[in-house]
């Protein structure tokens, strides 16, 4: 079997496979970050505890009344928005006139509160849940084994993210949350409602991280660890893309998951810190992230 | 320097019913008072002007109509109705429309999605078509981003984009500002054909030789107050007057 720089075909396509998982999740995160920051310039530290009641909606939604899969991908992002939406009605709004800081340690302490709740629940040890039988099995394409669950997390990321990029770059709906994002006094002065735009925005940022938790829930554990393990990769990718910028979100957030996987062949050992060693670097030589406006 | 004489202003100058009545509007910057009690009224289809020295409260008047100031009291009543509980985004489906004196031109939009972005409050705004023909330049530039635009371009799209919104009474904080003796013809022409059309224009301005040319009158505003209304036909006889008003 001939081999790709001394690997073997099937272990590099396979740490690419992950690592396009992986990053599927990392896009999907990173561009709620961004959207929520964008509009909000809120740091959202509870987005990993909502990409975790995410899993935890589809997993109850299963278990308690029946709902599959299908019908959590529907049901989750929509009943995690809404609770994003009370919090963002209740608590963020309060305090929006404030510095970042306060946005920051207000959602830290949510994410730390909400982890706890479903960890006195659940505990810590992990809840199964099933592939759907029609996504179950996989492909044999020669050079390698491709699960159909883990192509489609990877199809529904990318139309998930594209989706998201068309809807904020190229509608009137976008053009109204581009504005507000620069500029919302004046926006408001043109009579749009500005501070609903704020509250369904962080709803639907909200929304895109539970959407993550319900794909992830078949490969991952369904776990109210999960959020915090991934929320600080997540960041780092963010800061690579620059805060705020969705495009640089999405495209960050697929490479950065392939170089992850790439390194994890080449350099097991550095595979665990990449992703932070070209935070820093970025950082240093482009502090406002690859895709972001120089303030 | 030269004593401002307290000055009760006339508040109705002409017959017809105002389409905004202000009666003493107070408005703060955080802590600082800055409006001490604002009387004016602008009647339908008038062009009036605010004139006065930096710092006098031009703009904040503007902005205090328009609700976009931390803290405002008084009465702002457009057309019978008090706006100054509302916020500005229902002030303006009243029928207000704004140019900030900074243009407030989106840099992450293109020329066209700033020109189309403020929604159509009411029925009667202009046709892109009398639009382009009013400002040709934003017509060649609808796909550029819009602070790639030049100054005197940027203040053509700001006005432009609430042309077609169906506001009938804009707010233009110092138009000319900045701009080249060309450009400021240009603006000058242009507020004068949208007069024809029926709109009514609060105007801010610093220079009152262009004021002149477009105003019916000119209120003057100093330390946060309306001190004097000058009709236009009389501007000439109270030169004197408004240059020590106005520090000239």
Not at chain 1, 22 to 41: E, H, K, P, R
Not at chain 2, 98 to 112: D, M, N, Q, T
Not at chain 2, 141 to 146: I, M
Not at chain 2, 159 to 180: K, M, N, S, V, Y
Request: glycine residues 12%; neutral net charge.
């Amino acid at each position: 079997m001939f081999e790709l720089l001394g690997v073997p075909p099937q272990a590099l396509f396979g740490q690419v496979l992950l690592g396009l998982i992986n990053g599927s999740f990392y896009a999907i995160l990173s561009l709620g970050l961004a959207v929520i920051f964008g509009l909000l310039n809120i740091i959202n530290f509870t987005h990993g505890a909502q990409y975790m009641m995410g899993a935890f909606v589809a997993w109850m939604a299963l278990n308690y009344l029946g709902l599959n899969y299908w019908a959590a991908l529907i049901v989750a992002p929509i009943v995690v928005g809404a609770v994003g939406i009370a919090i963002e009605r209740l608590l963020l709004r309060r305090i929006a006139h404030l510095d970042h800081l306060y946005g920051l340690l207000l959602t830290f302490g949510l994410a730390l509160i909400i982890q706890g709740l479903f960890r006195n629940q659940y505990g810590s040890s992990g809840l199964p849940y099933a592939i759907p039988p029609q996504l179950s099995g996989g492909q044999n394409l020669g050079f390698m084994f491709l699960p159909n669950y883990r192509a489609w997390v990877i199809v529904a990321s990318l139309v998930v993210c594209l989706g998201t990029w068309f809807l904020i770059e190229k509608t009137k709906l976008g053009s109204y949350l581009r504005a507000a994002t620069e500029n919302p006094t004046l926006t408001q002065a043109f009579g749009i409602n500005v501070p609903l735009l704020v509250t369904l925005t962080y709803g639907f940022g909200v929304a895109l991280a539970a959407f993550a938790g319900v794909l992830a829930a078949p490969i991952y554990s369904v776990n109210p660890n999960m959020g915090g393990d991934l929320i600080i990769v997540v960041f780092a990718v963010v800061v690579i893309g620059g805060m705020g910028s969705i495009m640089g979100a999405i495209v960050t957030g697929f490479a950065l998951g392939l170089v992850e996987g790439l390194t994890k062949v080449f350099y097991p050992e550095g595979a665990a810190t990449v992703i932070f060693v070209i935070m820093v670097l970025v950082l240093l030589v482009k502090p406002a992230g690859l895709f972001g406006r120089q303030a | 320097m030269a004593t401002i004489e307290a000055v009760k202003a006339p508040a109705v100058a002409t017959a017809a019913a105002p389409l905004l009545k202000v009666r003493g509007l107070e408005a703060w910057y955080g802590e600082s008072h800055v409006l001490h009690g604002i009387d004016l009224d602008v009647a339908p289809g008038e062009v009036v002007t605010l004139l006065g020295r930096n710092g006098a409260g031009k703009t904040t008047t503007l902005k205090s109509i328009m609700g976009v100031i931390g803290k405002r009291r008084g009465s702002v009543v457009m057309e019978g109705t008090e706006t100054i509980g509302l916020p500005s985004r229902a002030i303006a489906r009243l029928g207000l429309g704004f140019v900030p004196e900074e243009r407030g031109i989106y840099a992450s939009l293109s020329v066209e999605e700033n020109l189309m972005l403020p929604p159509k409050v009411r029925e009667g705004g202009l046709p892109l078509e009398r639009i382009f023909k009013l400002f040709p330049n934003v017509k060649e530039r609808l796909r550029s981003q819009g602070t790639k635009l030049s100054g005197g371009e940027q203040q053509m799209l700001a006005i432009a984009r609430i042309l077609r919104t169906g506001a009938h009474l804009l707010l233009l904080d110092e138009p000319t500002e900045g701009l080249a003796p060309v450009i400021i013809e240009q603006i000058g022409r242009t507020i004068a054909e949208l007069k024809q059309e029926g709109f009514t224009i609060i105007l801010v301005e610093q220079n009152f030789r262009f004021a002149q040319t477009v105003a019916d009158r000119h209120y003057v505003v100093e330390q946060g107050k309306v001190i004097d209304m000058i009709p236009n036909a009389e501007l000439d006889a109270n030169i004197d007057k408004l240059h020590r008003y106005l520090g000239v």
